[in-house]
């Protein structure tokens, strides 16, 4: 028999509409099960065994984010089934970028009220991200928090943990001038920036709904578009080319993530040509009168991962990506200069 208090339910938490949101949200969980996962949902931890074969020193890799004031977006289109993936993908592209594989993640959502199938909807979209990621779900928390947050809104987190041998991690003290910079395209504004983008766009229901012939969709689907997980086709790369480092380009843009991949004495030169930028951000630069710099100091411009090769690599690392599905391009290469980015 679950259990049941008639006061906590007067003071806005119902448990058992968590029990129903958990009951609603196996099925999206059993699709991230892969081998290692020991546990199912609803114990006090998630277990997940490591398959260490293969791996002589292994260093577990840990990842956490959330998806920010994108959320306002999904609010005002009451859409729920992707912020998950954007939670994802905060996470587990950052743990790639020192060539770890991302094993289990954990979310965690607070909210308003639970209403059971929108929590089932939005933990659908983290299955889904993990899915794509390759990595388990093997746990959670949702909290209700009458109160806090509105009953329609809610916040969402994740955790991540994933395993890199020592001796294969990523290592960009060898990064020298000459080395190619590879961008990978990404699939819009990703999860950051969105508080200058409500401000500057003035967003609402209305507007979110109106169809853009610069955009080829709606202003809301452009904005609430996913983001783009990156891990298998970067460590499918990792297996084939040495990729001497790797910035996923999130908050602070280009300007402040591609240099915490370059060691003392080299700077990012970067091919502003050769970047394709999509139209959503021309849209929020015109709308906002925003400089040029301030876009690449904030978004990704259509660049969700920089990576780095030796010049003699480049063309074979774009041969593999793209094969693997990527948008993938020479946008730059390594100079020396003082750890920063620069554009031609």
């Known amino acids: ?28 969980v059993e699709r991230t099960r892969i081998p290692g996962v020991l546990s199912g949902i609803g114990g006090f931890g998630g277990l997940f065994e490591l398959d260490l074969t293969g791996i002589s020193r292994p260093v577990l890799v840990s990842g956490t984010d959330g998806v920010g004031t994108k959320l306002k977006i999904a609010f005002l289109m009451d859409k729920h089934d992707t912020v998950g993936i954007d939670c994802v993908a905060m996470c587990v592209n950052d743990i ?31 299955a889904e991200g993990c899915v794509q990621a390759g990595c388990a779900l093997i746990g ?19 955790f991540s943990v994933g395993v890199v041998d020592r001796d294969a991690m990523v290592d960009p003290s060898k990064i020298v001038p000459g080395d190619a910079l590879i961008g990978l395209k990404s699939s819009g504004v990703h999860s950051n ?3 200058l983008v409500r401000k500057v766009l003035g967003v609402d229901a209305k507007s979110l709904a109106v169809y853009s012939d610069e955009l080829g969709c709606t202003l809301g689907e452009a904005l609430l578009e996913p983001t783009k997980i ?20 999130t908050g602070g843009g ?5 240099p915490r991949a370059l060691p003392e004495g080299t700077t990012a030169r970067i091919e502003r040509s050769r970047i394709q930028t999509p139209p959503v951000f021309d849209m929020i ?26 010049g003699e690599d480049a063309d074979e690392a774009v041969r593999i990506l793209r094969e693997a599905g990527e948008d993938a391009s020479v946008i730059g290469s390594v100079v020396a200069g003082d750890s920063r980015v ?3």
């Open 1 to 28: 028999m679950k259990s049941f208090s008639e006061s906590y339910r007067a003071a806005g938490v119902d448990i058992t509409a968590g029990y129903r949101a958990v009951e609603l949200m196996k099925r999206h």
């Open 96 to 126: 790639v970028c020192c060539g770890a594989k991302p094993l289990t993640f954990l979310d965690y959502l607070a909210l308003g009220k639970n209403v059971p199938e929108r929590v089932a909807e939005i933990v659908a979209g983290v």
């Open 140 to 158: 959670g928390e949702t909290a209700e928090m009458p109160g806090f947050y509105p009953e329609d809104e809610y916040d969402l987190a994740g």
């Open 193 to 195: 920036g969105f508080s």
């Open 230 to 249: 990156y891990v298998r086709p970067v460590l499918s790369l990792m297996a084939r080319v040495n990729v001497k480092g790797v910035s996923h380009i």
């Open 254 to 258: 280009f300007y402040e993530n591609i």
């Open 285 to 310: 630069a015109r709308a906002g009168g925003i400089s040029q710099r301030d876009m690449f100091n904030t978004f990704n411009m259509g660049v969700g991962m920089c990576l780095t090769v030796a």
């Open 342 to 344: 620069e554009f031609v």
